[in-house]
């Protein structure tokens, strides 16, 4: 079974610039999660999707948003990219039972974004 | 609300000594119990789980976890540490239900020394 793949895994832009990632969980798992990763805060949740809704939401601003596709593939994306978004954005999936939250995630590599 | 301590930033052990990484939650309910693993430059990878029955859990590659509600802590172990044993090591809680996500402790830094 392939496992969550993310894309693109290193990427570079300028402060006010917008970036989008993907994520492909596992086949047949249809929860999708994004964290973020840095030295200073370690990692914070952003949000999770569930059959195309978003059913959770970290403590972050409007500038971070994300969806989910009907496939289960999701993407998130940040607007307005400042330097302390510079970070390592990792994706989990999960199967579950509908309506249930157990589960273990599973996570991608992630996509190391560096904000200049 | 839950959180998680991980008292320990960082630990060098000796390869063949044994590890014991500390972790203390808190949380209101019954939780939901993880250990991760994460290698440099790479995701999380999940070493072991707890959510009910034997307070004691093995994992892969040799770890160990045990619940101990009293102490709200569910340190990892392992008996004889490899080099291929560095990295950062996370705890997570969770919710056995509800929608709530998992959160991470800081993580705990390991150095094996030959």
């Given amino acids: 079974k392939a496992g969550v793949t993310q894309t693109p895994r290193y990427l570079i832009k300028t402060r006010g610039q917008q970036v989008t990632l993907s994520c492909s969980p596992i086949s047949g798992h249809r929860s999708v999660s994004w964290y973020q990763q840095t030295p200073g805060q370690g990692l914070q949740f952003l949000f999770e999707y569930f059959s195309e809704t978003q059913r959770n939401k970290g403590n972050f601003p409007g500038r971070f948003s994300g969806r989910q596709f009907s496939n289960s593939r999701s993407e998130m994306n940040v607007s307005t990219l400042e330097l302390g978004d510079s970070a390592l954005y990792l994706c989990a999936s999960k199967g579950q039972l509908a309506g249930d939250s157990t589960g273990e995630l599973f996570f991608g590599e992630g996509s190391r974004l560096t904000v200049l | ?114």
């Fill in chain 2, 1 to 114: 609300a839950q959180s998680v301590t991980q008292p320990d930033i960082h630990i060098t052990v000796s390869e063949g000594a044994s590890l014991e990484l500390r972790c203390n939650y808190s949380y209101g309910a019954t939780p939901y119990l993880f250990w991760y693993v994460q290698s440099p430059g790479q995701g999380l990878q999940l070493l072991l789980k707890y959510f009910s029955g034997d307070t004691l859990v093995q994992g892969i590659k040799g770890f160990e976890a045990e619940f101990k509600r009293s102490q709200s802590s569910f340190n990892l172990r392992k008996p004889s540490v490899h080099w291929s044993d560095a990295a950062e090591y996370f705890c997570a809680v969770g919710a056995l239900t509800g929608r709530r996500a998992l959160t991470f402790g800081s993580g705990t830094r390991l150095q094996v020394q030959p």
